[in-house]
């Protein structure tokens, strides 16, 4: 019975880790979509993600069911709590996937983003997906480097966010308002995809080590 039970919060964890690759596949998808005003990409990652939210419910029963009949304690109190969390922020992300498809969608057949600011969600776009990665990772991995590193990679995607917010405001701006408004809600869903990827960092240090900030880990040997 023991040995099922530790199988299972491996499968959770991993399964956690898979549904982690998905959200990552969808922004990197719906990026492309959004860059290249793509309909049939946006409406694939609209259309997948209700499996998503089936894969991530489905998911988060299962880790009810151990807390309810496994009664976890210590460290595997700690893997089953947390993956009920991250489940959450996993879906979040699929969900912020969603909505830079459905920008893209509803300004079809134009482009979402003028091209001046383009490359500025080329490169939230690409470490959005080095973000999603190194989740994946560490999650799987229960790499506490790998998941103290997000946070690094967090500062890039603020500093891109900024930067585009100081374009936005600028006099200049040529675009009109609602252009101005598709490249704030879209600045923001990057913003917070990076932001719930952290949150999954913070916690498989939690897991791992029984702290939150990886260097007080590191104080207690």
């Not at 151990?66 to 959450?88: C, K, M």
């Not at 300004?107 to 003028?114: E, K, Y």
Request: with cysteine; glycine share 6%; proline share 3%.
């Amino acid at each position: 019975m023991r040995t099922t039970y530790r199988e299972q919060l491996v499968a959770l964890t991993a399964k956690i880790a898979e549904l982690c690759g998905l959200v990552t596949v969808s922004m990197e998808t719906a990026t492309k979509a959004l860059l290249r005003a793509d309909l049939v990409l946006a409406e694939r990652v609209i259309r997948e993600h209700d499996q998503l939210v089936a894969a991530c419910l489905a998911a988060e029963d299962a880790a009810f069911v151990l807390l309810v009949r496994q009664a976890p304690v210590a460290g595997d109190l700690r893997t089953v709590v947390t993956s009920i969390q991250n489940l959450f922020d996993v879906e979040r992300m699929g969900v912020l996937a969603k909505h830079v498809a459905g920008v893209t969608q509803r300004r079809h057949p134009n482009h979402a983003v003028p091209a001046d600011v383009s490359g500025y969600f080329a490169q939230m776009g690409r470490v959005a997906v080095q973000l999603g990665k190194a989740t994946q990772q560490a999650l799987l991995m229960r790499d506490t480097k790998t998941a103290a590193a997000i946070d690094d990679q967090d500062d890039v995607m603020d500093d891109l966010h900024a930067h585009l917010f100081k374009v936005l405001m600028d006099r200049e701006w040529p675009h009109g308002v609602p252009a101005a408004i598709d490249v704030t809600m879209l600045g923001r869903f990057y913003e917070r995809f990076a932001d719930h990827a952290v949150e999954i960092g913070r916690r498989v240090n939690f897991q791992v080590l029984g702290v939150l900030d990886p260097d007080e880990g590191d104080t207690h040997g």
